[in-house]
């Protein structure tokens, strides 16, 4: 039995090793003894402590299945920070990125926001991609009083105190579609989405506003993340020979969809597909003979005519390649940056909640134009665009609003979304 | 004689118990994060141990585990939910077009209902399959791909049924437990110790369990599944009860889970996940209790180190762990100690060796 | 009418691509028991292959010549895929053979390791692959399109199956794999190199991935993660045709693919895809080895 013994007797030691280990470590890192630690937390210790940097928090997923869209809002979010630091930082010191791989997984999103904020006590976090992560990370920045800066487009019926939503609340990109569509293209609809939380809300407030519309919707599909056979969806849809499709699928599918229904012989002259979750990365991907000519609505494209943009488009090309594209959300992670660095200078302090009071109404100049963050529900204006596909893989601009549009995550505005909104007003 | 005092003092009892004590006492040493994090790995371990009563000690390997231990989650996830919502309908629901609770929701109003279902729904649904599928003799491989299909069946639905499931996202937003407040750091240091003191009690349960003749049993189906039927065992019997429970010790994992992580989510439950707790169990060491705690804790460890440290890089060095650690330690870490103190042995010929030898 | 033939050939399309996916994973676990994981990130490198061809094609090569590079693809990533997968066998692998369900835990660290190596090496985001000009369109038969993409992956799939055939059954290297494969030590006792047995037909099977994956490059994404897509769908096809049985999973392949067609068009995709996978359960119940079993007396 000794054998035994003295391995259990090993384990007990390496325990007890890591424990001390681990609690010397956090002490170091909080220079205090958790006690202490604990009483000062409520305070911001960035504020106190004599460090020259302020730490900033960047947790995208860099593995796993949604690396394909996030690494490219991070590494805009790092020149952001690299042009900030090169301009001299903020409040005079200089921007210290910590980042963390989400890895695709919701509950890792959760555990590297808890570390980014009790551990690296960082002034800001950055981040996310989809709802599900968003969602994972807003109790953990609730709970620690943080900030999130979110820098996709998504479905709305969502204000967080503790997150700043950068991308599109659904009427600066959804709701304008669809009138625009209705308007140009036709009206009779298929919806089509990947089977999660954003094409079922999104499509259920687009439901809503075609039957407001007196449009007609003959066709609904959802297929599960990930899918890769478009033919019977493709099938379903040449059967109901809609004048739009409102694409609402996610990633990896965009692809298969896109190549398969060029495939099946239908054109952009036939069907119009207009598309909110493909910009001009994801275009890349498909192929830009592929989709030619289709659809999409953004706040932003690589192609937006101002002297920001042109500057912007330079930057991220020297840093990352010739062949590196922007697209919205990668415009979205930039000025965000911009935005909480703007708040704080404001504000004199990286403290939350005073960062929070002077982040109300600031506006920047950001590549799609300006932007300002409506301090009631921490959202930005932003003007809405709608464009079409070019044969370079680039998206040219047919129309877009005439001046930034006020966010309405709830769609409060409108009558119709009175449904949708009223069983959250609680 | 020194040796024989040696072995009372560190017997493998006390050292056991040592190290249950140095668990609890962690509270006192780690930062509420660390706690919690470690906390998170432990619910691992109880989960692992389950695995390895059916793997390592049954030879049954399953890679569906993850729906088990997602079925105990969303048990207690849906609980929470319920709690946070004031017995009002989740937000999710509400997006979703629904006006009142549905029906399957309502049992989960009661904690108490909601904890008794993380256990037994599981376990239900695991005798299902097992009974048919062990009686059909289906083994080896043909099982092991058969609880992937299964994995991919409930994730589906899951991700599927946005409004009862929340779909991808999960369930999260959690605000009380039993009336108190599951964020701060007093309840969770109160999670915590229920987690050890569940693992402590899984470990020492199980270890009953494999010590005994039922234990010799499953050893005896591991390695010659037609011999015992021979001998008049009923090898489908035993691998359902084995299944069964394991599913259930998974689904009382998945619940300490959800209360330590506030999040359930289809990503948690899926193929990767599931493939990723067969992984503890192999490099801890499998047909050992205490090899699948050390491996769910180690490598959960070195996930959240590696990609610590290394954000862009990580998979390399956890996909390299994989590989090194399968070929040169088929036993595990457990393994190489083993082997280490038989050479250890070997070099140390003594006659108080001998004479343990007649004991082992 | 037109909706039945639609909904069949769909189903036949689908078939195709998982007897295509499905075909190297059927030597390399059917024959082998090698239960390999990275068998989706073999498909994955042959995906970038042809991206990596495409490249050079249009760096390189007259444009009027830029359809060749899909043609050029095909067998590139046969070999080069098939490369791979030796040096799989040999470093990794062979030390596995007695250990089916770890050679299924190793491959999954090398899986791990292959996706973030074409992640460091392609950059994460997906890559694009134009189709070549002649596979697109498709053939008009009364009203219906039956696109060329999807009727070159039939023909092509055809085509690796009769070759697979062929090489196992009418040549004589063919036949000493069949021979390793059934009776190791009976065929070790007569002369043939297990050793380089096993090599070449894990090589042959790794090769069929990424032959696989330079097709689905006209259907599909190319990224580092496309591989977990394929993965599970194509161990469902081996298992349910029989292991070790290579027309077992023709018809496992055509089985899953029609039926699958069938219940999403019934419903929607998320619930075809959930009573496909009930079925195949539900059918391993009623037939444990598959379709086609492999008669063995032997018991365990």
Known sequence: MRKRNFFYLLILGLLAIFMVACSAADNAANATDPEEAAATEESDSNEESEEDTIKVGILHSLSGTMAISETSVQQAELLAIEEINEDGGVLGKQLEPVIEDGASDWPTFAEKANKLLQQDEVATIFGGWTSASRKAMLPVVEEHNGLLFYPVQYEGMEASPNIFYTGAAPNQQIVPAVDWLLENRGDSFFLLGSDYVFPRTANAAIRAQLDNEGAELVGEEYTPLGHTDYNTVIAKIKNENPDVIFNTL???????????????????????????????????????????????????????????????????????????????????????????????????????????????GISYEAPNGTVTIDGDNQHVYKTVRIGEVQSDGMISELWQTEEPVKPDPYLDEYDWASDLSESLAE | MQNTIYQKIWSQRVILNLIFLLLLAAPLFLSDFRLNLLGKFLAFAILAIGLDLLWGYTGVLSLGHGIFFGLGAYCMAMYLKLEATGGGLPDFMAWSGMSELPLIWIPFQYPIVAIILGILLPAIIAFMLGYLTFRNRISGVYFTILSQALVLVVVTLFVGSQNLTGGSSGLTNFNTFFGFSVNSATTQTAFYIITVIVLGLVFFLSRKLVKGRFGKILVGIRDGENRMRFLGYSPSAYKTFIYTLSAAIAGLAGMLFVLQVGIISPTMIGIIPSIEMVLWVALGGRGTLIGPVIGAVLVNAAKTGFSESYPDIWTYFLGLLFVLVVVFLPKGITGLFEKWNDRRKKQDVSSSVEVEKSYS | ??????????????????????????????????????????????????????????????????????IISIPVALVVAAGIGMLLEVSLIRHLYKRPLDSLLATWGVGLILQQTARSIFGAPNVGVTSPSFLSGGLEVGSLILPYSRLFILGLSIVCLFSIFYYFYRTASGRRVRAVMQNRQMAECLGVSTRKVDMLTFAIGSGFAGVAGCALTLLGAIGPTIGTSYIIDAFMVVVVGGVGALFGAVSGAFGIGILNTVFEYVTNATLGKVLIFIVIIAFLQWRPSGLVMSRSRSLD
Do not use: C
């Open chain 3, 1 to 70: 009418m037109n909706e039945i033939i639609l909904t069949l050939f769909n189903g036949v399309s689908l078939g195709s691509i998982l007897l295509l996916i499905a075909l190297g994973l059927a030597i390399t676990f059917g024959l082998m028991n090698v239960i390999n994981m990275a068998h989706g990130e073999l498909i994955m490198i042959g995906a970038y292959i042809t991206y990596v061809i495409q490249n050079i094609f249009i760096n390189y090569a007259p444009p009027e010549y830029f359809d060749l590079y899909f």
């Open chain 1, 250 to 360: 996610n990633g990896d599918s965009n692809v298969a969809f896109f190549k398969q229904l060029k495939d099946a012989g239908i054109t952009s002259d036939d069907i119009t597909v207009l598309s909110v979750s493909v910009a001009e990365e994801e275009i890349k991907g498909i192929g830009a003979d592929v989709i030619e000519g289709h659809l999409t609505s953004w706040n932003y494209y690589q192609t937006t005519d101002t002297p920001e943009n042109e500057e912007f488009v330079a930057n991220y090309q020297e840093e990352y390649g010739e062949d590196a594209v922007t697209a919205d959300p990668i415009e979205a992670g930039y000025f965000g940056v911009y935005l909480w660095a703007q708040a704080v200078e404001e504000a004199g302090t990286t403290d939350v909640d005073e960062v929070r009071e002077a982040a109300k």
